[in-house]
């Protein structure tokens, strides 16, 4: 299963790694040994010579111009912040870029997680154009976004999760050219997001506990993100239609907690690859799709608190790799003998619904008039959906619901 809180350390180090075999320093005159500078350690490694990059002065003007505009440091991160060798600075990376001496080096990666630094995000760190990693997450940040941060044209990493960030979504992390990782999470965030959002090349786009509001863009489905989190804000309409033509690439989707209506799109089938899909905490009404079926990798599928009704099919209990399914508190009047299986093999909570003879279901009142007990009324199919490419809309073919591309007989 596809971790949502992303292991940031190990992609820090991996990159580190990377960068710091461009960055080999011949030690000492004659022979050489490999030296990464800096390592947020705070100190200079031994003989390591001064960097002296074109962008010198501007590095050291920004990183300078942020120290300013820290007002606590419980740690003493800035207490290292001296002098002209940034490369000593703790939680500053350096390394040489391609096609430069050795001795000139950049900074391109800063990781100031869990500094607990208060202050604000300053203009002049869009001076750092060979940054390719930004990370500060857990620290006290507040304020905005800087527009300049659309200069940082090497950025590929941007964490600012769990701080104080307030305003509007900030629309200039679209402008970074080479982004591919979004981490707004735990902040103060509020508004509507921008459609754009899902049509840039981001590989993961972490939104969750905000106050983002309105609708959920149309367009959801042209995003190429492996993970997408828009859980636990005020999101508000139905689940775009287009949620069932995103790319193979989505391992895992998370809109809980929000204020969501209408029915599961059908086209959620497509989804062949997704191992985690979580919808719990809205508003949604009516049948499972029977495309369900078709998610042959999903392992954990919580619907939980809705207002689902009908049968929980065996269709859905019986999908290979499920580890945990959750469908408490919603409407549904039954489930089969395949689920009644799930047990014994994995996670089934059907808690809170209107199953006769079962225990810990509602009381029988508030099982009459189901909520949109009219709406996304499916007829169950003979036999299961067949599962085709995505790259078209399905239909159906003899009373069974078709993903993909419908082939008529020669």
Known sequence: MVDSSWLLLPLLLLLLQTLSSQAALVAGGGGGSGIWIGAGAGTTPQNAPTPASPNFSREITALQAWKSAITDDPFGYMATW????????????????PGMFPESLVVAAIDLNRASLQGTLVKELSLLTDLSILHLNSNRFSGTVPNTFKDLINLSELDLSNNQLSGPFPSVTLLIPRLIYLDLRY????????????????????LNNNLFDGQIPDNLGNSLASVITLANNKFTGELPPSLGYMGPSLKEILLLNNQLT?????????????????????????????????????????????????????????????????????????????????????????????????????????????PGSLNCMRTPSA?????????????????SYVLGPMISSP
């Open 82 to 97: 001296v002098g002209p060798d940034v490369c000593s600075y703790r939680g500053i990376f350096c390394a040489q870029p």
């Open 187 to 206: 902040n103060h965030f509020s508004g509507p997001i921008s459609p754009e959002l899902f049509t840039k090349g981001l590989d993961a786009i972490f």
């Open 262 to 370: 209408g029915c599961i799109p059908e086209g959620v089938g497509f989804l062949t690859e997704m191992q985690v899909l979580d919808v719990s905490y809205n508003s949604l009404t009516g049948h499972l799709p029977d495309s369900i079926s078709c998610l042959d990798e999903i392992e954990v599928l919580n619907l939980a608190h809705n207002q689902l009704s009908g049968f929980v099919p065996d269709i859905v209990c019986t999908l290979k790799s499920l580890v945990n399914l959750t469908v408490s508190f919603n409407f549904f009047s039954g489930f089969s003998q395949e689920c009644s299986r799930l047990f014994f093999h994995a996670g089934f909570d059907f808690s809170g619904n209107c199953i006769p003879g079962k225990n810990m279901q509602r009381p029988p009142p508030e099982c009459i008039g189901v």
């Open 383 to 399: 036999r299961p959906p067949m599962c085709g490419p995505m790259d078209q809309k399905g239909g159906f073919v003899d009373g």
